[in-house]
């Protein structure tokens, strides 16, 4: 089912917002939903699996502790006009964490989901 994809797990509170968000506006596809417990979608070959406090992986830990949204780590989504995507995100009332950063490889930005889970936008230096 999920050959060829590459699987990340983001932690949600409300899995059928976070599947409108990533379908609504980055472009992913629903490939399976299962809420209010979890849904995946894909893009490309990045499939997200959207775990919400229901899911297996939202159980508590043994030591009681329970797997929750944000950190640092991140799904990085290359786009061709970075800035045209952050006014278009921005119009919508999406929330970043920065500006747009410049380095050696491109220019970034982080954008947070509805639960605090990061996502960055790059665009490669032409």
């Known amino acids: ?75 990085l989504i290359i786009v061709d006009d970075l800035a045209a995507e952050v006014a278009r995100l921005r119009a919508a009332g999406l929330t970043f964490r920065n500006d747009i950063l410049a380095g050696v490889g491109g220019s970034q930005i982080v954008l947070d989901d509805p639960f605090g889970n990061p996502i960055e936008l790059f665009q490669p230096k032409s």
């Not at 499939?47 to 944000?70: I, W």
């Open 1 to 75: 089912m999920s050959q060829g994809f590459v699987s990340v797990r983001y932690m949600v509170d409300d899995v059928a917002a976070a599947a409108a968000f990533y379908t609504g506006h980055l472009g992913f596809t629903v490939e399976t939903n299962a809420v209010p417990a979890f849904a995946s979608v894909t893009r490309g070959a990045l499939r997200l699996l959207l775990s919400g406090p229901k899911s297996s992986g939202g159980k508590p830990l043994a030591d009681g502790r329970r797997p929750v949204p944000g950190g640092w780590n991140r799904i």
